[in-house]
């Protein structure tokens, strides 16, 4: 069974400092990894995705992660933190059986993003 | 644009009454999911869609149903809502066989909240 754990339920930084939102994973086949951001009143729209290939994604509104095998982590990341940012942020996995884990995907409980003026 | 839609959009009711919660898509994928989002839980899936003839059980399906009428419509019944079934639902879809992968597509969501 597949599971993601995302330290920290809430998140604070300053408006231009560093995001690193954490996300572990665990699964017995190689992953497919997916981070989702909702903003308020809104549903989840994809951030990034990891499938194969480098390692390193980079997604929407400057993000980027990073696919560490070793580590089973898939942090997100962005160098500049901006008031629009603010939003609940979700980590996902599903694994590469045939159909690309056609079951669904298991979420993290979430992370809120908050940005301090 | 191809999209995920669910009606209604906010819908308060109260503890017996049945429910249904509708979702369509104009997106073409075979799969379609049903959701629901908790503060501190994320989401678990309810139900699973491949086509209009298979329907699988997820994480929570206890005291939900659901139906698939056709590729682009998949409904989520409560037969008889209680208070713990208040959340925030969410339609996917999905189409790993063209893309290789289970990205899914998120409608914006059903606030549904049982008194």
């Known amino acids: 069974a597949q599971s993601v754990t995302q330290l920290g339920s809430h998140v604070s930084v300053s408006e231009g400092a560093l995001v690193l939102l954490r996300c572990n994973y665990s699964s017995s086949v190689p992953p497919y990894l997916f981070w989702y951001v909702q903003y308020p009143n809104q549903g989840l729209q994809l951030l990034l995705k990891y499938t194969t290939g480098a390692t390193l994604v980079k997604g929407i509104n400057g993000f980027e992660a990073e696919f560490k095998k070793s580590e089973t982590s898939f942090h997100l990341t962005k160098p500049s933190a901006h008031m629009s940012d603010a939003a609940e942020y979700f980590c996902a996995v599903s694994d590469q059986r045939s159909g690309g884990g056609a079951d669904g995907l298991t979420f993290g409980k979430g992370t809120h993003l908050i940005i301090q003026p | 644009d191809a999209d995920v839609t669910q009606t209604p959009r906010n819908r308060i009711t109260k503890t017996g009454k049945r429910i249904m919660l509708e979702c369509s898509q104009t997106k073409g994928h075979d799969r379609m999911y049903w959701y629901r989002q908790d503060p501190g839980l994320g989401l678990r899936l309810i139900y699973y869609?491949?086509?209009?003839?298979?329907?699988n059980k997820g994480e929570i399906s206890d005291g939900y149903s659901v139906s698939r009428q056709a590729q682009a419509k998949f409904s989520l019944s409560l037969e008889s809502a209680i208070p713990n079934q208040t959340a925030l639902y969410f339609c996917a879809t999905s189409d790993p066989l063209r893309f290789g992968y289970n990205e899914q597509f998120f409608g914006p969501g059903t606030r549904l909240t049982v008194l």
């Open positions: 869609s491949f086509d209009v003839k298979d329907i």
